[in-house]
């Protein structure tokens, strides 16, 4: 059984950057769908990008001109890049993945096809 861990939240003031780590263990998460996703207090769970070794990484609409994905398979690690940060990006993040490996088909970004989580870190950004 994989096991996701997030680091690398925190405080920042607009217009600052952060890197988020995804570690996984227990299994490889190279052929598997990674997908990383936010969530203000009350509210829904946001879908912001996805990535796998078979699917090109995809970043959500409102956010890709800031935020970019990468990993590095020999760390077992994904990244969220976030550049230009706003006080409306204040969330918790989360990474997630899906049970099992693939090597095809599209990664999703509905939060329900992903069934293992981080614990989430925190993102709080000041004006």
């Known amino acids: 059984q994989v096991h996701l861990r997030e680091s690398g939240g925190g405080s920042v003031q607009a217009g600052g950057s952060l890197r988020l780590s995804c570690v996984g263990s227990g299994a490889t998460l190279e052929h598997r769908c990674v997908a990383w996703f936010r969530q203000d207090r009350g509210e829904q769970l946001e879908w912001l990008a996805a990535t796998a070794s078979f699917d090109p990484a995809r970043v959500a609409d409102s956010v890709k001109d800031r935020f970019s994905v990468s990993q590095n398979n020999a760390d077992n690690t994904h990244y969220l890049h976030m550049n230009s940060l706003t006080p409306e990006d204040t969330a918790m993040y989360f990474c997630?993945?899906?049970?099992?490996?693939?090597?095809?088909?599209?990664?999703?970004?509905?939060?329900?096809?992903?069934?293992?989580w981080g614990q989430g870190t925190q993102v709080t950004v000041s004006s």
């Open positions: 997630a993945t899906t049970y099992s490996a693939a090597s095809a088909g599209s990664c999703s970004r509905l939060s329900g096809d992903y069934v293992i």
